[in-house]
C-alpha cells in the first residue's frame, strides 16, 4: 500500500486502482471531537479535487476533498453511528470512503508521507 496525501490533510491510501480516502492523524487532531460524518452514496463518481464528505465536530464542520478522480466503491458503514471512530483511528478505522481511481496518476500529484510529515511540521 502506498500511502498519498493532501496539503489540506486528506489522505489516499492506495492499492492497485483503489484508493482509501479520509482526513489525517493531524486533522483529526485539529478537528477535535468529531460528532458526525456526511458520506456520499456507493456508485457516485468524484473528480479530483470535488467535495465528497463533510466532518462535524465540536469546534467546526469541514468539508474533505477528494484527492482522486473516479467511483466510490465503499462507504465506511461505522462512521454513521460511530463518527468518533475518526479520532480513535484516522487513518486506520477511520476511513471515510474506498474510490476505484479513474485516473491513478493523480496521486503523483499528492504528497508522500514523509512530505506530508514535513509539511505539518512547518
Known sequence: ????????????????????????EH???QLGDIVFVEL????????????????????????VYTPVAGEVIEVNPVLEDAPATVNDGAET??????????????????LNAEAYKAHTAE
Open 1 to 24: 500500500m502506498s500511502k498519498y496525501y493532501t496539503e489540506d490533510h486528506e489522505y489516499a491510501f492506495v492499492e492497485g486502482d483503489i484508493a482509501t480516502l479520509g482526513v489525517s
Open 27 to 29: 486533522a483529526q487532531d
Open 40 to 63: 456520499p452514496e456507493v456508485g457516485t463518481t468524484y473528480e479530483k479535487g470535488d467535495e465528497f464528505a463533510v466532518v462535524e465536530s465540536v469546534k467546526a464542520a469541514s468539508e
Open 93 to 110: 478505522t477511520g476511513w471515510f470512503i474506498k474510490i476505484k481511481m479513474s485516473n491513478p496518476s493523480d496521486v503523483e500529484a499528492l
